[in-house]
């Protein structure tokens, strides 16, 4: 069986998905010229992530994630914001067979999809809202300690990515999206989405509001902030599931899931002019049997800064259980996050991921670029 690379059809998608990246790109700059203002200057951002992956045997693979942002605001404290991505990998079959899925970034190839299309609108410092095409991605389990690790569970719970058709990466769906500042260190956060998430292949089903077919998915999070001197993220969310009638079997009830969680993200002791050690600890349940993940737990340990780079580094590991059904998986991450510069960053990490019977090793290499106006 030939390489997939040098599969004609491939080929031709790569082609495909390049020229449709380039017209994504000249968009968004015919927009940004159309909306230029002295006053209020429109923004743009990219993100690129590109990953070389192995299990230290036979299988490897190259996954890449692009994202693209554009904003400007037509009148004071509103604003239209587009983005976009784009993934691409070399292989079609993962290298690994673990549930929770070691890798971020790896996607099913695709050209282009929105990941996020609407509206904001603030009220000064206490309140903003956004209705339009929205990711669970964005906003929520975005902390800093959280943030370091490569393991797709450390972007959104199993509980939620394997139990709901919900908007997590790749995918989205409409939302209204809310987050209200009580004080200063308090925030509160809020997500109604359509509750069957989808993308640009599926046509127009990416803007679909139809709650009796599709149903509803609303999330919630209420976050402590910590002071100044010593960070600390302590977080207590909730979310719903009512299924739409496309989801329940023939002559069966729609039904009603929950699942709820905790984190905690905190600086122990620091030394020196910046060095930093903190801890992290999540938790999440899912009480319906007939959910595929009913629990999540995890806890990691971080060492910020303790060389001399000038733009920061982190020493990290983590380890987490998850029980899909009667199957317990137990994955273990080592990693090392190194920024070169203010826009590239290098991460090597290596995986031990325990599922079941089975085991795998997976080292990944990870260089990150962002830009933004």
Same mark, same amino acid.
């Given at each position: ?37 002295? %006053? ?22 190259? /996954? ?22 784009? /993934? ?52 929520? @389990? ?11 569970? !450390? ?12 908007? %997590? ?10 987050? @209200?500042?009580?004080? %200063? ?48 993220? #302590? ?6 599931? #009512?299924?739409?009638?496309? /989801? ?9 899931? #929950? ?21 992290? /600890? ?10 595929? !993940? ?43 996050? #190194? ?35």
């Amino acid at each position: 069986m030939r390489r997939l690379y040098y599969d004609k059809e491939y080929r031709n998608y790569k082609k495909c998905a390049i020229r449709k990246i380039l017209m994504t790109i000249a968009l968004i700059a015919c927009c940004l010229a159309a909306t230029a203002r002295e %006053d209020r200057k429109p923004w743009f951002a990219a993100e690129y992530t590109s990953e070389f992956q192995s299990n230290l045997s036979k299988k490897y693979n190259w /996954a890449n994630l692009l994202s693209l942002q554009v904003g400007f605001s037509p009148w004071k404290n509103g604003s239209f914001e587009i983005e976009t991505l784009s /993934a691409f990998k070399t292989r079609r079959e993962r290298i690994a067979g673990d549930f929770q899925e070691f890798s971020n970034v790896e996607e099913d190839n695709m050209a282009i999809n929105l990941f996020l299309t609407g509206y904001r609108h603030t009220l000064g410092d206490l309140l903003f809202f956004f209705a339009g095409v929205r990711n669970v991605n964005n906003d929520y @389990f975005t902390q800093e300690y959280t943030s370091i690790f490569t393991n797709s569970s !450390c972007g959104i719970y199993p509980t939620l990515s394997k139990n709901y058709p919900l908007a %997590d990466q790749p995918l989205s769906a409409m939302c209204l999206h809310m987050e @209200f500042n009580i004080t %200063d260190n308090l925030l509160l956060k809020n997500s109604l989405y359509n509750g069957t998430a989808s993308q640009l292949t599926d046509g127009a089903r990416i803007f679909n509001i139809n709650p009796r077919n599709d149903g509803v998915f609303n999330i919630t999070e209420l976050s402590y902030l910590a002071g100044k001197k010593k960070y600390g993220h #302590y977080g207590l969310g909730f979310a719903v599931d #009512y299924e739409g009638h496309a /989801a329940k079997p023939e002559g069966g009830k729609r039904k009603f899931n #929950y699942t709820i969680w905790g984190s905690v993200e905190k600086s122990v002791l620091r030394w020196g002019a910046e060095t930093e050690l903190g801890f992290l /600890a999540q938790a999440s349940v899912a009480p319906n049997t007939d959910l595929e !993940c009913r629990r999540y737990s995890g806890i990691g340990a971080v060492l910020k800064n303790i060389t001399a780079s000038k733009h920061g580094d982190h020493l990290a590991a983590f380890v987490n259980r998850a029980m899909f059904g009667h199957v317990a998986e137990t994955a273990m991450e080592f990693t090392f996050k #190194y920024g070169l510069n203010d826009r590239i960053t290098i991460q090597p990490t290596f995986h031990h991921i325990l599922t079941g019977s089975k085991r795998y090793n997976i080292a990944l290499m990870r260089l990150c670029f962002t830009f933004e106006n």
